[in-house]
Structures are given as C-alpha cells and as structure tokens.
C-alpha cells in the first residue's frame, strides 16, 4: 500500500463542496417537480425534513434552493478543508491506498510527471524558428482549428436565448415579456462571471483538458433546451437553470484565448488570436441564422407547434399559422458539438511546462478542477441573480 503523503486542502476542498452542492440541487429540484403531488413516502426519499433543518426553505422554492445550494459548497468546501488539513497533521499514523479515484481528488508530493504522447506536449519552443517549422506550425494549426469551431458553439448557445426568447412569445408560451427577457439577461451574467474563473484553466487544467471539457458542458444547456422546449407547460424556473449553464459559452473565450496564445510565437499571435476571437464570434450571426431555419425542419422529430405571430428568417418571413420545432433551436448544436468534443480530446494538446500548465494531473483531477472553478462561478452568478431578480 503505497502512502499518500499530502492532501491538497484546496482540491478536497473544492470536491467534497462541488457534489454536496450538486447533491443539495438535485435533490431540491426533484422536491420542487414533487411539491404538487407531495407524500410522505416522497419526502421519506427526499430526506425533506431533515434537509430543511440544515437548510431552511430548500425544496419550497427555486430561489430558495439555489442559495441553499450555495450554502452546501460552502459547508462542502469547509469540511473537504477540515479533512485534508487532519489528515495532514496526522499523516505519520495514518495510510491510504493510492487508488485512481483517490488521486482524483488528492495531490501528492511525488506525483508521477506526466509523459509525452496522451495529448502532452513536453518541448515546446515555438520561439526557435527551427522549431516551429519542422514541428510547432502543424500542431498549433490543427489546435487553432479544432479550438475555433469549439468557441463559436460556444458563443451560439450562450446567446441563443435572445432568439429562443422571441420564438416563445410567437408560439404563444404562457410567460410575459420582462419573464421571458429575463432569460438572455442570466444567461449573459453567467457568461460573463464564469470568464474569470475560465482565464485560470489552462494553467490549472492544460488546454486540451479544458477544451474538451468546457466544449462537452455545452451539451447540456443544448440537450436541456430542446427537451424543455418541447411543452408549452415547462415551469420558468427551468429556463432558467438552462439559461445560467448556457452561461458556460461564454466562459469558454477566456480559456480558448488564453490557450490559443502559447502555441503560437508572438511575431504570429495577432493573427491567430484574431482568427480564433473572430471566427469564433461569428457563432452569433450562425445561431441567428441557423435557429429560426432549423425551427421549420422536423428534423429531430417531435411534437410541431403553431406560430401564433409570424416569424422571420434570413430568407423571408414564416407566416403565422405554420408548424414550428422550437427544439431544434437546442438540438442543432449536437450536430456540432459531439464531433467537436472528440476533436478536442484526440487532435488537441496539453503544453506541459512551468510557463503554461506545470502540472495538469491525469483527466479526472483536471475535469474537477475546472468543474470547481465553474461551480464557485455559477454560484456567484446565482448570489446575483437571486439579488436582481
């Protein structure tokens, strides 16, 4: 059994806050989708009483539950910390084996230096010309060009709920304007919170890591929307949380920056970078264009619905009356998005070295990095929120 000689307060702390506040709102969510046809047998699975003792008001209401779901990554984080820094006080009396799930959560002293190949790259000096044309200028292209396409799926589907939006109040959704607006505004708080913690992936995570990872969370904004927007009935609430995780797209520029900019020599950094804000930005006008035309195909099947206002599209105006698959505008970006993630996990790279990202980890470490990070981002979106609105 070999010993663990150290536990990172932080990564503990930062794993047992982000499932027990995943925990608390899942939960809380399956409490509010229950509290019409409530039983004892459901609040019996539900641990409802003994949850409200800790949390007073979860399960009541949405906003009620979502701070309390901010309060369960506090308490998470504080009793991951209080662990770690136990155990490493009293480390001499105490072993661990040193299992693969464990060194997810655990950094170790004599962690094993990551390896070329498995999407690492070890020597990179793309400031030696002799470098980077013989190996630098192909790598960093193919990262260029899986990381563009990623950023503009990620840019579509953190503002599609402008165009969403419209396409509720022309099918006749039963939510008043300043309640349907209030989606593109949380989803645009969102993006912009989760850019702060979003700049810090790559140092943390590696780039290949990060964009994989960031570019499959957008499936569950996308996925999310297209079944949420199959029945005219889907509480507000809902719309909501997908709005606020939609926020991840716009998260992902500052990470895609960040990562583009190493893998170029600063006499070509302009260029690259302007590719890769630029074109990646243009999933705007994509969204604005492909949404209302994929609203009009039955492609993914589906119950159709009938526009009670007429419609628009690049090419002319869709007349009320006509049948309308709104969730399309969410299952759209499937087409893009699995093909992008597999892109990302075997066509990118991490760029190991003490100036980019001295320490990855292996893949789940990486992933919970970054999903804390986004965790304490959304939570701070949802302070906000919860303030404003």
């Excluded at 070329?116 to 190996?135: A, I």
């Excluded at 993914?300 to 006509?322: C, D, Q, R």
């Excluded at 993630?341 to 990855?360: C, D, H, L, R």
Aim: charged letters at 10%; one cysteine or more; proline letters at 4%.
């Amino acid at each position: 059994m070999k010993k663990i000689t150290k536990i990172s307060v932080i990564e503990l702390g930062l794993a047992a806050g982000v499932s027990w506040s995943i925990t608390i709102f899942v939960l809380g969510l399956l409490a509010l989708l229950f509290s019409t046809e409530a039983t004892l047998l459901t609040n019996i699975i539900l641990l409802k009483g003994v949850i409200n003792l800790i949390y007073p008001g979860w399960g009541e209401s949405f906003a009620e539950t979502l701070l309390m779901t901010v309060w369960a990554l506090v308490h998470g984080f504080f009793a991951g910390f209080l662990i770690a820094s136990f155990y490493n006080i009293f480390s001499k009396n105490i072993s661990l084996p040193d299992l693969t799930f464990l060194s997810a959560l655990y950094k170790k002293r004599d962690f094993e230096k990551p390896t070329e190949g498995r999407g690492n790259l070890l020597e990179w000096n793309v400031e030696d010309e002799r470098f980077w044309e013989s190996t630098g200028k192909k790598i960093a292209t193919r990262n260029l060009w899986i990381s563009i396409p990623s950023l503009l799926c990620g840019f579509a589907i953190w503002l599609m709920w402008g165009i969403i939006s419209v396409q509720m109040l022309n099918l006749g959704f039963s939510f008043s304007n300043a309640e349907l607006f209030t989606l593109t505004s949380i989803a645009g708080l969102s993006g912009a919170t989760l850019r702060i913690p979003s700049t810090f992936f790559i140092r943390i995570a590696g780039g290949r890591n990060t964009i994989f990872f960031t570019t499959a969370l957008l499936m569950i904004p996308a996925i999310g929307a297209g079944i949420a927007l199959q029945n005219k009935e889907t509480p507000l609430w809902i719309f909501q949380v997908l709005a606020l995780l939609s926020g991840f797209g716009g998260g992902n520029f500052a990470s895609s920056m960040s990562n583009i900019s190493f893998f170029f020599p600063k006499r070509v950094q302009g260029t690259s970078l302007g590719l890769n804000a630029g074109l990646g930005n243009f999933g705007v006008t994509t969204m604005q264009i492909l949404i209302p035309l994929m609203m009009t195909i039955g492609i993914f099947g589906g119950t159709s619905m009938v526009l009670e206002n007429s419609s628009g599209t690049l090419i002319g105006k869709i007349p009320a009356g006509t049948e309308t698959y709104i969730h399309n505008a969410g299952y759209v970006w499937l087409f893009l998005l699995i093909p992008l993630a597999f892109a990302g996990w075997f066509g990118m790279n991490n760029i190991v070295k003490e100036t980019v990202t001295p320490n990855p980890g292996n893949p789940i470490q990486a992933f919970l990095k970054i999903s804390g990070l986004l965790a304490i981002g959304l939570a701070t979106s949802a302070i906000g929120l919860y303030l404003l609105i």
